[in-house]
Nanobody
Framework: QVQLVEFGGGLVQAGGSLRLSCVAS????????MGWFRQAPGKEREFVAA???????YLQGSARGRFTISRANAKNTVYLQMNSLKPEDTAVYYC?????????????????WGQGTQVTVSS
């Protein structure tokens, strides 16, 4: 069993930056793929970014060039650095973990989820 806790959400003006952190319990963190998803009001949850156990990264199209995902296995932590934020990035951001080998973009591929952290970008 893995428990995930997200940190770092908040209110920021358009063009600003935030760094989200997700801390995982358990001793097998390094073997999991980690993902970030988000859900805006009235919309379905969508993929934002993922990082495999080997460190390979995947980003949603709108996140490329603005967001960076990274992991620190020694700290059981995955990060999402978000720059040049836009009002349309406003959502609850969720961290996820799973034994994902290829379908990083699907939330069905992940087994464990955090409670989410709110990100609000004002215009």
């Amino acid at each position: 069993q893995v428990q995930l806790v997200e940190f770092g959400g908040g209110l920021v003006q358009a063009g600003g930056s935030l760094r989200l952190s997700c801390v995982a319990s358990g001793r097998t963190f390094s073997s999991y793929a980690m993902g970030w998803f988000r859900q805006a009001p009235g919309k379905e949850r969508e993929f934002v970014a993922a990082i495999g156990w080997s460190g390979q990264t995947y980003l949603q199209g709108s996140a490329r060039g603005r967001f960076t995902i990274s992991r620190a296995n020694a700290k059981n932590t995955v990060y999402l650095q978000m720059n040049s934020l836009k009002p349309e990035d406003t959502a609850v951001y969720y961290c996820a973990a799973g034994n994902v080998n290829y379908n990083y973009f699907s939330d069905n591929a992940y087994d464990y989820w955090g409670q989410g952290t709110q990100v609000t970008v004002s215009s």
